[in-house]
């Protein structure tokens, strides 16, 4: 049974610009395709976010929220192919509807059009940047390419380097895929040798289903298996390449690199909420803001069946407590499969992403998450690990002292 409790945390919406899009088209990319569902807008407003739909969501966003800081993430498509005007305003408008709250912004770019001009704009006002890079040049320019399939990589090295001469703070997100997933330290290694301290690995994993509207990638709603997508990561290449690149940092880098797998993990052996929902025991928290305002479940539940309404007829607040949005992130927890429940991994994994869980269990019930292979390889690998480092932070002492200890244990092994 699920229990409403409308107010209990802090409520969150990652907001589209430009909706889905952009000036790559990357093969694996889930959201470009949402443009079919707004085909029917007039062309001088697909995909721009008015000046009206973006104060009002400003001011609803804001009155929305449950404690003093506010986060705002700008996300795509590419959120840079609306121009710094535009940013501008959203700095004017948020100031003028604070209220005494502390605000920060965070953007998701692919890169190819920062220039000295952004950047200085971002320095000047603590943005922080999210950069899309898979690894090396091979690894990066596999799957993420312009429209005419020309390569990206130079591209987002370049925007790296400006964001690097600004001294903007930023961070990588990693898709992992069928390709990159065979080199996980090659792109470890990589993300260091560019002076990456923060790093997201975001698996992908998407079903060919074909929709009237004229999208093709499955919805969590589609009962039909459908075709794995095929840059799709493997649970066995996941596993094995978060276990690779756990080995190397573990032994090397804790407290100065920051993995959101390794931190999130040790969070979920420390008892506290993981910083990622998809690892949480329970999600809906988290939504997103399309162009027109129109307000989804999540980003990885754009599609009509999810979607729970519009800012200019209904009210963040209203949309984000409702009943259907509670029971939507309570389902996550609800309707784990009976194998899942008596895992051994569930206080750590509570199933992943329920986008994910389309396979079915030994038993034939369904609702089994696709990489659970892969997560079970990793939290049983990983296990003695966060074990120690949990000591550690219960004894107040950093949990950098695991490379110590392994250092010694090896030591003791070669005399």
Not at 21 to 44: F, G, Q, T, V, W
Not at 47 to 59: G, Q, V
Not at 313 to 319: E, V, W, Y
Request: aromatic letters at 12%.
């Amino acid at each position: 049974m699920s229990t409403y409790a409308p107010f209990a945390r802090p409520l969150y919406v990652m907001t589209k610009p430009v909706g889905s899009l952009c000036n790559l088209a990357c093969k694996y990319c889930y959201y470009l395709e949402k443009s079919n569902i707004y085909a029917d807008e007039p062309p001088r407003e697909r995909f721009s976010m008015s000046d009206s739909t973006l104060e009002e969501f400003i001011l609803q966003y804001i009155e929305a929220q449950t404690q003093p800081n506010v986060l705002f993430t700008w996300h795509g498509g590419e959120p840079l192919m609306r121009p710094l005007s535009f940013y501008e305003r959203i700095l004017k408008l948020q100031r003028q509807y604070a209220r005494g709250h502390i605000i920060d912004n965070c953007l998701q770019t692919n890169g190819t059009l920062l220039t000295d001009e952004w950047c200085d704009f971002f320095r000047r006002n603590n943005w922080l940047i999210g950069i899309s890079i898979d690894g090396p040049q091979e690894m990066h320019d596999e799957y993420r390419r312009a429209r005419g399939n020309q390569p990206s990589f130079y591209k987002v090295m370049r925007g790296i380097e400006l964001l690097k001469k600004h001294g903007v703070e930023w961070n990588a997100m990693g898709v992992v895929n069928d390709f990159n997933a065979d080199y996980p330290l090659d792109v470890y290694h990589f993300y260091k040798d560019i002076g990456c301290q923060y790093i997201q690995f975001s698996p992908i994993i998407e079903r060919i289903l074909h929709h009237a509207d004229g999208r093709h990638l499955a919805s969590v709603a589609d009962d039909a298996e459908g075709e794995l997508a095929d840059f799709s990561v493997s649970p066995e290449q996941y596993g094995r390449f978060c276990c690779d690149i756990f080995d190397e940092w573990v032994r090397h880098d804790v407290g100065h690199i920051f993995v959101q797998l390794f931190d999130s993990t040790l969070a979920r052996w420390m008892g506290v909420e993981p910083g990622v929902c998809a690892m949480a025991e329970t999600c809906g928290h988290a939504a997103v803001i399309e162009h027109n305002g129109d307000i989804y479940s999540c980003d990885h539940f754009v599609f009509p069946e999810y979607r729970l309404g519009n800012i200019h007829t209904d009210t963040i607040t209203g949309m984000m407590y409702s009943q259907r949005q509670n029971d939507f992130g309570q389902a996550k927890r609800d309707s784990l499969p009976g194998q899942c429940q008596q895992c051994e991994w569930r206080f750590a994994c509570n199933g992943g992403c329920p986008k994910d869980r389309f396979r079915s269990t030994s038993s034939g019930e369904h609702g089994l998450n696709y990489l659970c292979a892969g997560y079970r390889r990793f939290f049983s690998h990983v296990a003695p690990y966060m074990d120690f480092m949990k000591h550690e932070l219960q004894n107040q002492r950093p949990p950098a002292n695991i490379m110590q200890n392994i250092n010694n244990i090896k030591h003791q092994q070669t005399l």
